[in-house]
């Protein structure tokens, strides 16, 4: 099954979990910045809602917004009941500390699994996971590599491969290139996040039965790139675009669901 086909066949099954709720779930999207990339994503978000029966609205702030204004629109959905998921699109403007943010949102309402104390997991990460069991690819004891290390998808990438029990690694940018190769040639599963176009090619030598998750996105003048290059001698090759993207997207609705979960069983308890 390709992940478009993954992805719109699990969307069938959330609407039909989202039909069995007591209550529309509602989701506020607060953007503050003018990058199309964010209007493209949004627009994403919002599509997704509609078809799975979610009420998203989008909140669009001038980007000279100050800090206090936006830690004060998030404070008030957090109080309201009617709200049960908060995202506040990335990047922010520069005058706006982005961690004091993250923290702003209940860890309740935290779709987007930032929050320290919350207990779901950052979308990029949680939707590959998803889509490997899926896919009945056998995690325990394989090793993987994490290329990457950012706060939202390489370190809580590292940390869920973890918990499958694979041997993990995580290499950067100041990985020794020698011994990235090393890594590479040893890896059953890589995830590489690192925004450069067509790093991995064929100067690295791959297990013919490995698979490559790629999670870039480069914008060239040919269009969508990964951090991988196409069709490289391996089992499995997530494509982008139609890839990590997607599984990206449907995570997010996944989040925001077992929110609405959790309220109603709570609810039903008291
Ligand atoms: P980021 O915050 O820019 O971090 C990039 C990471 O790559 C850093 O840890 C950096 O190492 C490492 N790196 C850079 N050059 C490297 C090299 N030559 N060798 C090894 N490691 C290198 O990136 P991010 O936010 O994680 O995003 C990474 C990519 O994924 C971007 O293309 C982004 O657009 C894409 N992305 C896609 C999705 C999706 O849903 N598909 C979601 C999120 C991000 P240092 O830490 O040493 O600097």
Wanted: charged share 25%; aromatic share 4%.
């Amino acid at each position: 099954m390709t992940i478009k086909e993954y992805v719109s066949c699990r969307k069938q099954q959330l609407k039909d979990v989202v039909n069995t709720l007591t209550k529309v779930p509602q989701l506020i999207i607060i953007n503050a910045n003018e990058d199309p990339a964010s209007k493209s994503y949004i627009n994403g978000k919002l599509k997704d809602a509609a078809l799975l029966n979610i009420d998203a609205k989008l909140i669009q702030l001038e980007p000279n917004v100050t800090q206090e204004q936006l830690i004060r629109l998030i404070e008030k959905y957090n109080d309201d009941s009617n709200c049960d998921g908060i995202i506040v699109q990335l990047p922010l403007p520069k005058h706006i500390d982005e961690s004091i943010i993250k923290l702003t949102i209940s860890k309740d309402k935290d779709v987007d699994g930032f929050h320290p104390l919350g207990t779901l997991n950052p979308c990029t990460p949680q939707g590959i996971i998803n889509y490997l069991h899926h896919e009945n690819i056998t995690l325990e004891g394989k090793n993987a590599l994490v290329i990457g290390r950012s706060n939202i998808v390489g370190k809580p990438m590292a940390k869920l491969l973890l918990n499958e029990n694979c041997n993990v690694t995580i290499c950067h940018s100041k990985t020794k290139f020698t011994d990235l190769k090393n890594y590479v040639e040893n890896a059953d599963i890589i995830v590489i996040a690192i925004g450069k176009n067509g790093f991995l090619d064929e100067r690295f030598n791959y297990k013919s039965d490995a698979i490559i998750i790629d999670v870039g996105i480069n914008r060239t003048l040919e269009g969508l790139k990964g951090d991988a290059k196409e069709n490289l001698p391996v089992k499995l090759q997530t494509p982008v675009p139609g890839g990590v993207g997607l599984l990206t997207r449907l995570a997010l609705y996944e989040n925001l669901i077992k929110i609405c979960l959790t309220k109603e069983k709570n609810n039903d308890g008291i």
